[in-house]
């Protein structure tokens, strides 16, 4: 199963993926039946300062939201959603009112 | 001695055309920090609950804090407390610029406004003196024309000018106080109160009082641990100003399209930051010590219709509550309203709601062509709510309705219409977003005694409290109960004299604090401070007579979104649990939002048990 990674913000470079504009689709393949949660902890250990935002305490920190399908994470199962192949997973930073 | 502050009041009664300084009590300061903590002291002993907003003895309290003025990065921000027109209750707005600096180098803490001046005044200060000047060659002007006819009349190149413009003057109960071009204390009408008491600016001079710091060495070390550590919002703004934020906020449904009608809208990215930035010529625009070297600018529209205009850069709320809640497109036109809003001095976020609700009325047939004037007040047409604003500022033709506030205009109209308005029932606008998919920010602007948000703040790390963040926006078990915790870490930025984009760190205020003042404290201690506001703001609230009741949205506010990230969520049914919970939390009475005595004896505000 191959899903598609988009990062925002500073979680970009986080996951090594510096410039904006002339980078393909970030592909990450992954075992059947993986899940949002089980998505971010491979992202975190792949990409240990990507880890020290995603991750606190070995728990989801909470500092970044996630978008699937256009719909918020929290409304198609949250973390434990289960993941299908070509799915395109958004990563938004967290951002206070201006 | 004191150290971090100055010890010095600027106590200023416009009936009696009188300014004084006095020297608070030492102990003031290490109970309350100063800016919005000084603030409220000042509020809560002078200004009793028959003291409406209008009435003379109302006071405005502007203070600085103990960063201002130091090295500590943007330590010119400016707190403003009083009572507002909005909610009938507490104000607590701040702005950033230069004004604290310049006042805490003048050497004084903070300035009070009280009485009413018979004529127009405007209030001078510098090093050497302060006094009340003849402002009525200052009427008429707006917010940015005020600063520069202050700064040929006094002289004076470094000057901090802070005023309020036409819709002050007029007394519009959404007005701002405005100044340094592009900073607003824009909560609460503490604009109308100025306006009520006839003070046109209060115009402070880059004094040369060096500010007493306990460690220099230690506060340099704390400066740079804030220039090395900002949030991570910051690093946004560094690239597009927190108008970045604006096509996040449409993926994640906080964006406010068409008065929360949709949340899709197709034009963000020709609307939103990014687009600004590439497109528009930008100019440096920095606050006072700012370390981030690409927050504010002035800008000039280089396309369109409104090519050549120059104003201040929007932030992410101007551009959203221009573009996409009123349906335009173009941003150039986008820049110009916003600024024209800051000019006439209007909160930008209660004219966003206000014109959203009169186009959406409109739109449905609730007003006419004949009534409205001849203004064609569709989605998109901003030469009617460019005309329409000028009509709100000056009381003026149909847009008279809006002056008081969406949530007076939809009460007068009743009905379907004023369903569609939005407001916090306290009647206080909500910030520029769509918080139907941010309940935390949504129970906050409902529950909060300051006129507008009062605690949750995105980019915070809450670690050195001991708690950590949310991490699903919809679990209100989870929102109550963060909320509760957090409530304060805004009301203890507030008191500090610096931008919380700044310094936003609650691991380094501690120490930045002890090396200002000497003074020994935890990040739970400065929290506590926090609290401290929190809780004597709320209970200044319940004794003007604001009740649990107001603690919610407008019907359109607390709505479900129809489509989008957040579409079919639905807040009603679970709103006075949450709420319930989040009183627990705070050490709240449950059904009536009351502090408990336990909760203010162990902050220090036994006075204030009823």
């Not at chain 2, 939103?272 to 529209?301: E, M, W």
Request: aromatic share 8%; proline share 5%.
């Amino acid at each position: 199963m191959t899903v598609s990674i988009e990062a925002w913000g500073y979680l970009r470079p986080l996951l090594g993926r510096e410039k904006i504009n002339n980078e393909g689709p970030y592909l990450v393949t992954m075992p059947e039946g993986t899940s949002v949660e089980e998505l971010i902890r491979h992202l975190s250990e792949c990409h240990p300062a990507f880890g020290e935002v995603a991750l606190s305490e070995g728990q989801i920190s909470g500092k970044f939201q996630v978008v699937l399908r256009d719909i918020l994470l929290e409304l198609v199962g949250g973390w434990s959603r289960v993941l299908s192949d070509g799915d395109l997973v958004l990563l938004l930073p967290i951002f206070t009112d201006g | 001695m004191l150290y971090g502050n100055t010890g010095n009041v600027l106590r200023v009664d416009l009936g009696e055309n009188t300014v004084a300084t006095e020297n608070p009590h030492p102990g003031l300061y290490q109970k309350w920090i100063g800016g919005a903590g000084l603030g409220t002291h000042y509020l809560i002993s002078e200004v009793r609950p028959e003291i409406t907003w209008d009435h003379p003895e109302n006071r405005v309290i502007l203070a600085s804090g103990p960063m201002g003025g130091t090295r500590v990065p943007g330590s010119g921000m400016l707190s403003a407390v009083t009572r507002g027109p909005m909610t009938g209750g507490a104000c607590s707005s701040q702005a950033n610029g230069f004004f604290g600096a310049y006042l805490k180098l003048c050497g004084y803490d903070a300035v009070i406004l009280q009485g009413i001046s018979p004529a127009w005044v405007y209030l001078y200060v510098n090093d050497t003196e302060a006094e009340l000047r003849d402002a009525s060659n200052l009427l008429g002007l707006d917010t940015w024309e005020v600063q520069e006819a202050l700064i040929k009349e006094t002289g004076e190149k470094q000057l901090s000018v802070f005023s309020i413009g036409p819709a002050g003057e007029n007394l519009v109960r959404f007005a701002i106080l405005a100044g340094d071009k592009g900073h607003i204390a824009s909560k609460n009408g503490l604009g109308a109160v100025l306006g009520n008491k006839r003070i046109k600016a209060v115009a402070v001079a880059r004094g040369k009082r060096p500010v007493p710091v306990y460690d220099r060495d230690r506060l340099a070390k704390c400066a740079k641990e804030f220039m090395d550590n900002p949030t991570s919002v910051v690093s946004t703004i560094e690239k597009y100003g927190t108008g970045g934020f604006l096509p996040i906020a449409d993926k994640t449904g906080r964006l406010p399209v068409k008065n929360y009608t949709t949340n899709l809208c197709d034009y963000v990215d020709r609307i939103d930051g990014p687009y600004l930035r590439s497109h528009f010529k930008l100019k440096r625009h920095p606050c006072y010590a700012c370390n981030i070297r690409s927050h504010c600018h002035q800008i000039t529209v280089t396309e369109g219709e409104y090519a050549g205009y120059t104003g201040d850069e929007p932030e992410t709320e101007s551009l959203a509550l221009m573009g996409s809640n009123i349906g335009v497109s173009d941003a150039g036109a986008i820049v110009m309203m916003a600024d024209l809003i800051d000019r006439l001095g209007m909160d930008v976020n209660e004219c966003g709601w206000a014109v959203s609700w009169v186009i959406e009325c409109y739109e449905k047939g609730f007003f006419t062509y004949e009534q409205t004037g001849g203004l064609e007040l569709r989605w998109g047409n901003e030469k009617a709510v460019v005309e329409l604003l000028h009509q709100i500022a000056h009381r003026s033709g149909f847009g008279a309705i809006l002056s008081d506030g969406v949530k007076a205009a939809a009460e007068k109209m009743g009905g379907e219409a004023k369903n569609m308005a939005i407001y916090a029932e306290k009647g206080n606008s909500p910030r520029g977003h769509d918080h139907r998919a941010v309940w935390l920010e949504m129970l906050d602007t409902c529950t909060s005694s300051t006129g507008t948000i009062e605690a949750s703040s995105g980019g915070t790390d809450t670690k050195p409290f001991g708690f950590g963040p949310v991490t699903d926006t919809f679990d209100w078990k989870q929102v109550a109960t963060y909320l509760g915790k957090l409530n304060g870490q805004r009301n203890l930025l507030d008191c500090l004299g610096a931008c919380r984009f700044t310094v936003d760190n609650n691991a380094v205020i501690p120490r930045a604090l002890t090396a200002l003042t000497g003074q020994e404290l935890t990040p739970l201690d400065c929290l506590k401070v926090g609290k401290r506001i929190t809780n004597a703001l709320r209970v200044f609230n319940l004794r003007c007579g604001i009740k649990r009741e107001a603690d919610r949205p407008s019907v359109r506010y607390g709505s479900t979104p129809v489509d989008g990230p957040a579409r079919g969520k639905a807040l009603e049914p679970i709103w006075d649990d949450m709420v319930n919970l989040y009183y627990e939390t705070m050490g709240w009475d449950p059904l009536t939002g009351r502090p408990s005595p336990e909760t203010l004896k162990d902050l220090g505000l036994e006075y204030l048990i009823d």
